[in-house]
């Protein structure tokens, strides 16, 4: 199984600061990586999928990047609803795409 | 609009039974695979099955293996998750979501089922 491992766990920021969180694959899983945005509350929503292709209707200020086994998700300058927690997905086991951890934004 | 709808949680004692149900609309059924996905309480995201578009290859978390069955109704494009012996670490929030070129691109609202004798 893939294992998928999210730093940090937390992470404090102030509104316009550029954050950055990592995900790390178990082994190489090419480009087949997505990144989820949670709101407390709320179903997921996808943003960054493919590693680097932006889901339709996010902002640009969301970007994602990497290969193979390391990835990363930043957003240039934090907004106040982009405070909630982020996910890591796998997509290249067939249908079993499993999960980080999550990363929990929070305000500073 | 895509939509999905789950239904089904509620309580249930240890060791019994449950039957989700994910009504979907907007797109066509037949050639989405589907999965579900659960969150237990203050916890992440915990992938739980997956179906292809035609029913014929379904895949499970160990959590879950060979307790839980996942199925497809394409006539009614409904998604099922039959839950049996469930545990109180079966307690969470689960969500039904369309699977779409590698990726989960809609997700319904959830449904809260909750372990407990």
């Known amino acids: 199984d893939i294992q998928m491992t999210q730093s940090p766990s937390s992470l404090s920021a102030s509104v316009g600061d550029r954050v950055s969180i990592t995900c790390r694959a178990s082994?190489?899983?090419?480009?087949?990586l997505n990144w989820y945005q949670q709101i407390p509350g709320k179903a997921p929503k996808l943003l960054i999928y493919?590693?680097?292709s932006l889901q339709s209707g996010v902002p640009s200020r969301f970007s994602g990047s990497g290969s193979g086994t390391d990835f990363t998700l930043t957003i240039s300058s934090l907004q106040p609803e982009d405070f909630a927690t982020y996910y890591c997905q796998q997509s290249y086991s067939t249908l079993m795409y499993t999960f980080g951890q999550g990363t929990k934004l929070e305000i500073k | 609009d895509v939509q999905l709808l789950e239904s089904g949680g509620g309580l249930v004692q240890p060791g019994g039974s449950l039957r989700l149900s994910c009504a979907a609309s907007g797109f066509t059924f037949t050639t989405s695979a589907m999965n579900w996905v659960r969150q237990a309480p203050g916890k992440g995201l915990e992938w739980v099955s997956a179906v292809n578009g035609g029913g014929g290859s379904a895949y499970y978390a160990h959590s879950v293996k060979g307790r839980f069955t996942i199925s497809r109704d394409n006539s009614k494009n409904t998604l099922y998750l039959q839950m049996n012996s469930l545990r109180a670490e079966d307690t969470a929030i689960y969500y039904c979501?369309?699977?779409?070129?590698?990726?989960?691109?809609?997700w319904g609202q959830g449904t809260l089922v909750t372990v407990s004798p």
């Open positions: 979501g369309k699977i779409d070129t590698y990726r989960v691109d809609y």
């Open positions: 493919a590693a680097s």
């Open positions: 082994q190489s899983i090419s480009r087949y």
